[in-house]
């Protein structure tokens, strides 16, 4: 067990059995009533807001300190050789490489205090993608699925063809953006292919070679005379599921929907200009058309931010295209109408050292660093949470990752009462002791 | 006088003084009832706005502690009973956050205060225990759409008995069978099947067993002569339920059976036509008893064993060593090729000593490393129980307290390791030995506890003795409740595709089998057999059940616990892949380490480990192997794998090889009409009906490519429900 000022992680999360999950269930008014009634839970049902989730995830960790949290009055050595800038919302500052979100910090909103118990890499990112801590550095292996997929077996994909949650281009290499025990359903779609690289084409969705298009139709065809002469084989419905997904990878290889959601080409050049020609203005360019089509959640993989030598000088590779894929999006899906109904998300699983190191890089830090959320409701210009003078410590309102997903959740309209059974049968809260960061909903 | 005015009866409190109210036995129920402790408020690990109680009232010192002495006191007020924070929110007077849960002046509301009236006494050591809860009735048998009354009496330990219906909590195993209410009143539902209902009052639990026929409860039908005892209960089953079992499958669908789910291998066509050709009256059992012999029986079970065993690969992602696995999977293999009795075959690994080259079972101490570990792999795999919750507080549903959690851990508390590298997640070098001491102390009250498996003897042993070697014997007693009914029953799922417990591995009290009277039968059976595996598949693998057909019948189309029919399931990830591979006559190639290939005709459910980089394996379910339950073996359905069907560049390449089946029949210069009876029979392990072939051919007839032809009839074929499926 861990603890952490004023509050307590543990792994058991225990409430009950599997009937418990099956809060506001129609049937279930009577079996479970004498217990499910008095939990407050019930009150608050999963309502789908038809809301879409989009994430960068800051892979190895992302500096607060030369981003979204300066401090210009910190000694050199803390606060290194960028100046803070003035945003469009009078007090609040950012880094000088952030200048296009400068503009739309109306619509951005950082939680500047959000703190864990861990330094190393892997616990951390699945502690900040689960909630929960869990694997260590020798026992890797997940324990918990990833919001992503809490998020896809909550609330299902927004259109029948498209996958629910995609990851682009890839899910992180930890494994810790999938689904654990949720099942394989809930796994993310990866789309395996760089969109800013020429002819980009999503493998998975290309066709073996030796294939074309005509002789994919024929077999399905095929496939479905032949399934359906054999309906007898089964009347009970344990295929259907298999049966719904045969015919959506049929569709998504053959049909149009999900390719043209996928062709980025078609987007105008100065559109994809003003997101960036790098895998981050174009990742984030196809996340918004993979969004307008129908997916719940797409996670942003890219880059890698594990800067602790030359920390600066790296940033320079990292900063721009960020941010100029992050300003892009927002005014793109603000433009488009589609800024209330998706909610976009940027972190990893720490920030870094506030004290420059002897490699002119910064360490790890998990003590205090900022996570940013923007749209879905949101309350944009906002910053909730301080770190201490220099950075070090949560100055006040403590987040932990549990509230940040939380918070999520909430936005997305799913029950914070949710759980999900693990493979003991165990049900586990989605948000454990977390709450919503109300000032931000 | 004030209980005897609210109940009517003397009988009503617990204690020998009918006014006075003691903690235990009369509060703490109320709060369990009103669901403030429950695991979604204050009984949660973080308790709920700053107050919290133990889990379901397990532990009545520390509730008492949290309601009388934290928060200044203003929870209970004994000057002002009324005015206690603890009333006023359970009211909702004062706002809470669980809102409205008592009305005042009702029974209960008198309890709390005339409780805290009283001075808010704790717990004391002479206040009345509760000592059973009986159910009445204990079993039923109820219509659709009906009701029941379910009573309940509780015994305390001063010879006071009391009707506590109404202040039990309820949970039933199957709600949309038969549900209960707050007051113990159960409700059927519209469709049949059978259901329990567990009763909770403090801390003691109760269970009724309801079965509400489908239709009428019919005569059993009549037994084939060579029907097994395993048939006679569940016939008797039938008749309970009001089902008729689905007809008797022929013999290609169950030859198809039979090669699937004990050697995880497509029959071939020679196969299928010989056993189609023998009529002798044993063919079934001589079927049975050759696919025993065959390698791929101990290779396929391996696998499954190295699932429960965690015989995992995967290390740190640096790590590339195989470490142990390839010895560990062999050590499996051999063990049931040579039928090794069960009790055996676990002995070995649960006590196994030095290190991997010599003793090759030590692997499972690789994965198998800490307190947490050695609990829940054991209960889990061996013991059938998910006892993971007594971890942290007594096990909501169960009698298992930490204390019994933590006695199972100590059996373990002197396993010692030596070498092998401190920081790989899998060392290499590991010796595994018995260390002179060892032990473990219970989390909540710092007390060394003995070690002591689940409901057996203190095993507190000499430094000379290793408590693993007496574990191991107490597992194998004939009496022991656990260990050979979790594996029959485990049995039982993998051929039946559902336990009778299930999930398999989850026996409670609360979670009762689907049919008693044969999992004890084969049960006894197993023991009586010296714990002979092979013997266990032929009494499964032989009986009618096991025949019955995957089609429904009217009356047993919505059943799906007494196997009145069989219930299909998808083939698992290895044995998917491995019949493409031997449909399509192209092997699968599998990398193994540092650049290099496992040997060529090297199938899936020969692979030692899950390290074996191979996507459509990942999708398809294979697992992880981060734990000893089955159900990490996942047959969800997933879009993953309905893209590797319809795109994956692997099966492509199957069909396309040149040496190839599908190269081979194009090329061949039989009729269409030849090829597709071949072929079914190959795929289907049967013959195609009028229909099938009509539209195969006339699909190989439009085709001008003969090879791109046959490449598309056999994915469609191959990408069906009745291919990916066992039914």
């Known amino acids: 067990m861990l603890t952490v000022p004023g509050r307590t992680y543990r792994n058991c999360d225990g409430i009950s059995r599997r009937n418990f999950l099956q809060v506001g269930a129609p049937l279930l008014g009577l079996g479970l009533s004498s217990l499910l009634e008095r939990e407050s839970i019930a009150a608050d049902a999963t309502r789908d807001k038809g809301r879409s989730l989009i994430v960068f995830w800051t892979h190895g960790g992302m500096s607060q300190q030369d981003t979204y949290d300066m401090k210009p009055d910190s000694p050199a050595e803390y606060r290194g050789p960028y100046r803070p800038i003035k945003t469009n919302v009078p007090g609040t500052i950012v880094g000088e490489r952030f200048a296009r979100q400068a503009k739309v910090m109306d619509k951005i909103a950082q939680v500047r205090s959000v703190f864990h118990e861990n330094g190393i890499h892997a616990p951390s990112a699945h502690w900040m993608q689960t909630g929960y801590f869990g694997p260590t550095l020798a026992r890797i292996a997940a324990q918990h699925p990833s919001f992503g997929s809490v998020i896809n077996k909550a609330l299902g994909s927004r259109s029948p063809h498209m996958p629910a949650y995609i990851a682009v281009p890839k899910a992180e290499a930890f494994g810790y953006q999938k689904s654990v025990y949720l099942g394989a359903s809930y796994d993310p779609f990866e789309v395996g292919a760089d969109p800013n ?13 030796g ?7 024929k077999r399905r065809d095929l496939l479905v005379r032949f399934d359906s002469l054999r309906r007898d084989i089964d009347r009970t419905g344990v295929m259907d599921g298999l049966d719904a997904f045969k015919s959506k990878a049929l569709e998504m290889v053959t049909g149009e929907e999900v390719r043209k959601a996928f062709e980025i080409d078609s987007e105008p050049a100065a559109l994809r200009d003003r997101y960036g020609r790098h895998q981050y203005g174009q990742s984030a360019l196809l996340a918004r058309r993979l969004v307008e089509a129908g997916a719940r959640v797409v996670t942003v993989n890219t880059g890698y931010w594990d800067h602790h030598n030359e920390v600066h000088q790296n940033l320079e590779q990292h900063l721009p295209p960020l941010d100029a894929a992050m300003a892009t999006l927002l005014e793109d899906l603000e433009q488009r109408g589609m800024l209330e109904n998706t909610l976009v998300y940027c972190a990893g699983e720490f920030g870094r050292t506030p004290l420059i190191n002897g490699h002119a890089g910064r360490d790890h830090w998990s003590n205090c660093f900022t996570v940013m959320l923007a749209g879905g409701g949101i309350v944009g210009g906002r910053v909730v949470g301080a770190s201490e003078r220099h950075g070090g410590g949560v100055q006040e309102r403590p987040s932990t990752p549990l509230d940040v997903l939380a918070t999520i959740y909430y936005a997305m309209g799913i029950s914070l009462g949710t759980h999900n059974e693990d493979a003991s049968g165990r049900p586990v809260s989605i948000v454990g002791g977390g709450r919503p960061i109300h000032e931000l909903t | 006088m004030l209980a005897m005015v609210l109940f009517g009866s003397p009988e009503v409190r617990a204690g020998d003084d009918p006014v006075r109210i003691a903690f235990a036995a009369d509060v703490v129920p109320i709060l369990t009832k009103l669901g403030c402790n429950s695991g979604g408020c204050h009984g949660k690990s973080t308790g709920q706005n700053g107050f919290k109680l133990s889990l379901l009232g397990f532990v009545p010192e520390f509730d008492h502690e949290s309601l009388v002495k934290e928060a200044r006191g203003r929870r209970v007020f004994a000057g002002d009973p009324d005015s206690s924070l603890l009333l006023q929110k359970a009211i909702g007077r004062v706002p809470h956050g669980g809102g409205r849960r008592l009305r005042i002046g009702s029974a209960d509301y008198q309890v709390l205060a005339d409780w805290i009236r009283q001075g808010a006494a704790p717990p004391r050591a002479d206040d009345p225990v509760l000592v059973e809860l009986t159910m009445t009735p204990t079993r039923g048998v109820l219509q659709v759409n009906s009701n029941e009354q379910l009573k309940l009496s509780a015994k305390f330990s001063n010879g006071t008995r ?8 309820y949970l039933s195993n199957e709600p949309e069978i038969g549900g209960v209410d707050g007051s113990g009143s159960v409700t059927t539902g519209e469709r049949g099947g059978l259901f329990a209902v567990l009763a909770r009052y403090g801390g003691k639990m109760a269970v009724y067993q309801g079965t509400v026929p489908f239709g009428k409860a019919t005569e059993p039908v009549a037994l084939p002569k060579d029907a097994s005892p395993v048939d006679r209960f569940l016939v008797e089953g039938w008749a309970r339920l009001g089902v008729l079992p689905s007809e008797e499958v022929d013999d290609a669908t169950l030859i198809r059976r039979l090669s ?17 050709a023998d009529r002798r009256p044993d063919r079934r059992t001589r079927l049975i008893n050759r696919l025993l012999d065959r390698p791929e029986y101990a290779a396929y079970f391996a696998m499954k064993w190295a699932d429960i065993l965690r015989n995992r690969g995967k290390g740190y992602s640096t790590s590339k060593q195989r470490p142990g696995t390839a010895l560990f999977a062999g050590w499996i293999r051999d063990s049931l090729a040579t039928n090794k009795p069960y009790d055996q075959f676990v002995a070995e690994i649960l006590t196994a000593t030095g290190s991997q080259r010599e003793n090759p079972p ?37 009698p298992w307290s930490q204390a019994d959690y933590y006695g199972l851990a100590a059996v373990f508390a002197r396993v010692g390791r030596r070498g092998g590298f401190a920081d790989a997640e899998v060392p290499t070098n590991e010796q595994i030995y018995v260390r002179s001491s060892g032990q473990v102390r219970h989390p909540r009250t710092g ?14 042993l000499s430094p000379f003795d290793d408590p ?7 597992l194998a007693g004939r009496d022991n409740p656990f260990f050979a009914r979790t594996m029959v029953n485990r049995m039982w799922g993998h051929f039946l595709g559902r336990g009778l417990v299930h999930p398999i591995d989850d026996s409670r009290s609360s979670n009762p089998p689907s049919n008693p009277e044969l999992l004890e039968w084969l049960t006894r ?28 019948n009217d009356s047993n189309r919505l059943d799906t616990q007494s196997y009145a029919r069989f219930y299909p399931r998808r083939l698992k990830a290895e044995v998917l892949l491995d019949a493409f591979s031997q449909v399509l006559d192209v092997p699968t190639v599998f990398p193994g380490d540092r650049g290099g290939k496992f040997p060529s005709g090297t199938r899936a459910i020969e692979l030692p480990d899950e390290n074996v980089s191979v996507h459509f394996l990942d999708v398809f379910g294979r697992p992880d192997r981060r734990s000893a339950c089955e159900c990490e073996r996942t047959d969800d359905p997933a879009l993953a794998q309905a893209l590797e069907l319809v795109s994956s560049t692997e099966i492509q390449r199957k069909l396309a090889d040149k040496s190839g089946f599908v190269t081979r029949l194009a090329a061949n210069k039989k009729t269409h009409s030849e090829n597709v009876q071949e072929l079914f029979v190959r795929i289907f392990s049967r013959r195609p009906r009028d229909e099938e072939s009509r539209t195969a051919l006339e699909y190989l007839e439009s085709e001008p490519d003969r090879k791109a032809a046959y490449q598309s009839l056999m994915w469609a074929l191959l990408a069906t429900n009745e291919f990916l499926f066992i039914h």
């Open chain 2, 447 to 460: 007390r060394v506890i003995p070690p002591r498996p689940l409901g057996g003897p203190d095993l507190s």
């Open chain 2, 162 to 169: 009391r009707d506590v219906t109404r202040q039990a909590l």
């Open chain 2, 468 to 474: 693993r070697q007496r574990f191991a014997r107490w």
């Open chain 1, 197 to 209: 690289s020429k002819n980009f084409k999503v493998p998975n969705l290309a066709l073996p070679g």
């Open chain 2, 525 to 552: 059976d197993f023991i009586a057999s010296g714990y002979d595996l092979k013997h266990l598949v032929g009494r499964i693998a032989g009986s009618r059940a096991y025949r019955t057909s995957s089609q429904p």
């Open chain 1, 211 to 217: 294939l074309d298009l005509s002789n994919v139709r």
């Open chain 2, 260 to 276: 699937l789910d004990i050697c995880g291998t497509l029959p071939t066509v020679a196969e299928v036509r010989a056993f189609e």
């Open chain 2, 362 to 398: 030590t692997v499972w101490y690789r994965q198998v490393r800490t307190s947490v570990d050695y609990v829940e792999s054991v209960a889990q795999a061996f013991l059938g129980v998910r006892i993971q919750c007594a971890q942290c507080h007594h096990h909501p549903f169960e």
